[in-house]
């Protein structure tokens, strides 16, 4: 892409956090901005009053696809769907089409530490970024976890890491991201309502590594084979994570075996450059096998970039779960409420019922992403006493999954909550983990999971 110059004309699409931010920055470098969003102006007060004061153009109600064509660089918000036909109309008129991300890589010179994966993105994020501030450096975290990477680009403070989650959504629109450290964690199906297919999503997140050199890192999970097979012909040199123990990695990898495994109770770090050490894990607070490889992923991004094994030890013990990931909520009658509201596809799910011996009543469902629930029949026979199933999907999921446990289909998002809690008896563990997007009922999983908090406060 040719480098962003003063007077140049960019259009943002979508006026939401990264649209904002991306206006802020592209004002302050010079540039000729012009914003477009479907919404009305009333329904985008704090979005403008964001913007009050700046010089810039608003396009409001709806797309004018001549607007499009008249740019020099357009960036679009993730939510945007980069099908609709003034966006096709910019591409073929050799128009860079860019993600905030993208634009905001532009101005950026530090090392850059990138996430990607179906799940555990926001929580290995954080997870490196406060082992890199526990080790004495400073870290930005932005990108998908709620801070436009714009916010950095645009600021005179620098840091000495920059921490970045990114989806593949941004991912289709970046082309000069170029991380020093590339975390893939896993790819299950997912977003298969805007994918054609699996694949089709699976390459969105592997552009992560296409700028990747001989100097940089890849770190990946030895147990996804999809993200294995990818890649192994990657030129940056390759850590790998897994929860198995070393005795059972498979012997073509365990020969050369470079990175981090689960042994009993603790983390092993086994890298030639480094000595190798054990993390214990007695005490640590977070829940379940999938956070073990967060926890791995998180402790490999740190070690490359120089963080001491004390500093990475004391944030492996002392981390809490973020809001809506496994969260546990409040206790009553000696039965246990968890908000893992963001567990919004299958897979997700799956990690989510792996987390418990409990007795679990389980309030899932919500929007359909395109999905099979079937996969779910082992989990749901092993794990679930109750399954309550509320929102668009709940049929769907009834007919995959409903005859293997006692099973309730509820009309409403409260009433689910309180029949759970009706099943319950002591020692159970309510779980809200949907498997499905919110938008049927909320305006998003963190509304979602606010409100089921809101409910349990009352029993």
């Known amino acids: 892409m040719e480098k962003l110059k003063k007077g140049m004309r960019a259009l943002v699409v979508g006026l939401g956090k990264s649209g904002v931010s991306a206006t ?91 996430i990607t994966g179906t799940n555990g993105k926001t929580t290995t994020a954080h997870l490196i970024t406060e082992m890199i501030q526990a080790g004495g450096k400073t870290a930005f975290l932005g990108g998908n976890v709620g801070v436009p990477l714009c916010d950095y680009s645009a600021r005179r403070e ?44 699976v390459k969105a997140k592997l552009r992560l590594k296409n700028n990747l050199t ?16 990818q890649l192994s012909g990657t030129v940056a040199k390759q850590l790998h994570f897994t929860t198995d123990v070393f005795a059972k990695i498979p012997v073509h990898y365990a020969e050369k075996f470079q990175g981090a495994n689960l042994e009993t109770g603790k983390l092993s770090l086994k890298v030639e450059r480094w000595k190798e050490h054990m993390f214990p894990l007695q005490g640590a607070l977070l829940r379940g096998l999938h956070n073990r490889e967060n926890m791995m992923a998180a402790m490999l991004a740190a070690k490359v970039v120089g963080i001491s094994n004390e500093a990475i030890q004391k944030v492996l013990l002392s981390f809490k779960s973020l809001p809506h990931r496994m969260e546990f909520v409040a206790r009553k009658n000696q039965v246990s409420f968890f908000n893992d509201s963001k567990g919004t596809n299958v ?113």
Do not use: W
Not at 380 to 400: C, F, Q, T, Y
């Open 24 to 114: 802020k920055l592209l004002v302050k470098k010079g540039l000729k901005v012009t914003v477009t969003d479907e919404l009305n102006k009333s329904d985008l007060k704090d979005a403008l009053d964001a913007l009050e004061g700046l010089d810039y153009t608003a396009e409001l109600g709806k797309h004018v696809l001549k607007t499009f064509t008249e740019q020099d660089v357009i960036i679009v918000s993730p939510g945007v769907r980069l099908d609709i036909k003034p966006l096709e109309q910019a591409r073929k008129s050799n128009i860079p089409v860019i993600s905030e991300i993208e634009l905001a890589v532009q101005f950026i010179s530090e090392p850059i530490i990138a």
């Open 158 to 201: 620098k840091c000495d890491f920059v921490v970045v989650e990114v989806s593949s959504f941004q991912l289709e629109t970046c082309f000069d991201l170029k991380p020093h450290v590339a975390v893939f964690l896993n790819v299950a199906p997912d977003h298969l309502d805007r994918y054609s297919n699996f694949d089709d999503y």
């Open 214 to 229: 001989e100097e940089d890192f890849v770190i990946t999970n030895l147990r996804d084979s999809k993200l294995m097979a």
């Open 347 to 459: 897979h997700s799910l799956m990690r989510a019922l792996e987390s418990f011996k409990e007795p679990l009543i389980l309030i899932a469902g919500g929007r359909d992403k395109g999905e099979a629930y079937e996969t779910l029949v082992p989990y749901i026979k092993k794990h679930v006493k109750s399954l309550i199933l509320v929102g668009e999907a709940k049929e769907k999921l009834n007919r995959a999954v409903g005859d293997f446990s006692e099973t309730f289909l509820v009309g409403t998002f409260e009433e689910a909550v309180y029949v759970a809690y009706q099943k319950s008896r002591s020692g159970d563990v309510v779980l809200l983990s949907p498997g499905c997007a919110s938008q049927d009922m909320f305006k998003n999983y963190e509304e979602r999971g606010n409100y089921f908090k809101k409910i349990v406060s009352t029993f």
